[in-house]
């Protein structure tokens, strides 16, 4: 089902003073067509490769692969990774599960972005080991927070399935010698490449989000069909009005600043 994005009653002819007047929004939303052009500029000249990322596939088939072996093997999927590492798939994951599991009766996604014990011992508490599957994101690898998350969790999973444990782990992160990455093939766990090129907060569209919502049964494809077309028509805007993420932004800069 396509969303619509629907702005009409955040304004004050709509709802009365508590709303935003037109004219200050008009004003908030001129200043978005700079930004506009500088997207174009990037993306003409490919100085900005998470631009790139809506038109590809062929990253697709090894995540999908990982995914639905996840899926199939574990109850529980716990994903690791603090900031953009988590919170792009934290999104996505959001529009296949809406507080009672995903459809099919699939693994539930669970992220944990804090080193809390008291979160991590109510975590282990209502998991079965030998039910649970971890996916670790760092894009560098070295991400402290990230790293003591997985050594918690690969203890406990060894607990219960002793060395063989280590399957049902996945690490993303970028193919260069780093702790995560050592940590992940010292112990039999898949790993994926983090794109280089992109980002922790810009990698929503890359394995990093796509992932943990692929194990919850979304279609990445068809959220990089989406992507494609908001990309397209951004790029194509003659004026800020025309791009909705362009008014999305104007309206939540407007509303924060009048």
């Not at 929004?25 to 003409?44: I, N, Y």
């Not at 919502?213 to 069909?225: E, F, K, S």
Request: glycine share 10%; hydrophobic share 45%.
């Amino acid at each position: 089902m396509p969303y619509e994005q629907i702005t009409e009653r955040c304004f004050a002819s709509a709802i009365g003073p508590s709303g935003l007047a037109r004219e200050e929004f008009d004003r908030v939303l001129a200043e978005a067509a700079p930004a506009l052009d500088a997207l174009r500029r990037a993306h003409d000249g490919r100085t900005m490769p998470l631009l790139a990322l809506p038109a590809r596939r062929d990253d697709l088939d090894p995540a999908r692969r990982v995914a639905q072996r996840l899926a199939r093997e574990a109850a529980d999927v716990v994903v690791l990774g603090t900031g953009g590492s988590s919170l792009g798939g934290q999104t996505l994951y959001a529009l296949c599960d809406q507080g009672f599991g995903p459809k099919g009766g699939g693994a539930r996604v669970r992220f944990h972005d804090n080193v809390d014990p008291a979160t991590f011992e109510a975590l282990t508490a209502a998991l079965d080991p030998a039910k649970t599957a971890v996916i670790a994101i760092s894009k560098s690898g070295t991400t402290a927070e990230t790293l003591a998350q997985l050594l918690v969790l690969l203890a406990w999973a060894r607990q219960g399935a002793g060395s063989a444990a280590g399957g049902r782990f996945v690490a993303i992160t970028e193919a260069k010698p780093s702790p995560l990455r050592r940590l992940a093939e010292a112990h039999g766990m898949t790993v994926l490449d983090h794109d280089p090129q992109i980002g922790g907060r810009y990698s929503v569209l890359s394995n990093v989000g796509l992932l943990p919502a692929m194990v919850g049964g979304l279609d990445a494809q068809r959220v990089r069909l989406g992507a494609s077309e908001v990309l397209k028509e951004t790029l194509a805007a003659r004026d800020p009005s025309e791009s909705a993420p362009a008014v999305g932004a104007a309206l939540s800069v407007a509303l924060t600043r009048y």
